[in-house]
């Protein structure tokens, strides 16, 4: 589902992670995730996966900004 985000449209990261929340918006999810990773979704899957090994998480690695996947998987 989506938030119904409006391009150009300016939200707090309050207000983004209450739109990811209730309703569960993917849109917003992708917002928070260009803004985390400096303009770059790419960057913030790469920073994601880092974190995930610092607190060793096992196995799984992040192949996109919404999935979760074991490392042999996918």
């Known amino acids: ?15 983004l992670l209450n739109c990811l929340m209730i309703p569960s918006g993917n849109d917003a999810a992708l917002v928070l995730a260009d ?15 880092k974190k995930a090994k610092e607190r060793q998480y096992g196995d799984l690695y992040l192949y996109q ?7 042999t998987g996918a």
Do not use: D, W
């Open 65 to 71: 900004h919404l999935c979760l996947y074991p490392r």
């Open 35 to 49: 803004y985390v990773g400096g303009g770059s979704i790419t960057n913030f899957v790469k920073m994601m996966n």
């Open 1 to 15: 589902s989506t938030a119904g985000l409006i391009g150009g449209e300016t939200l707090t990261v309050t207000q």
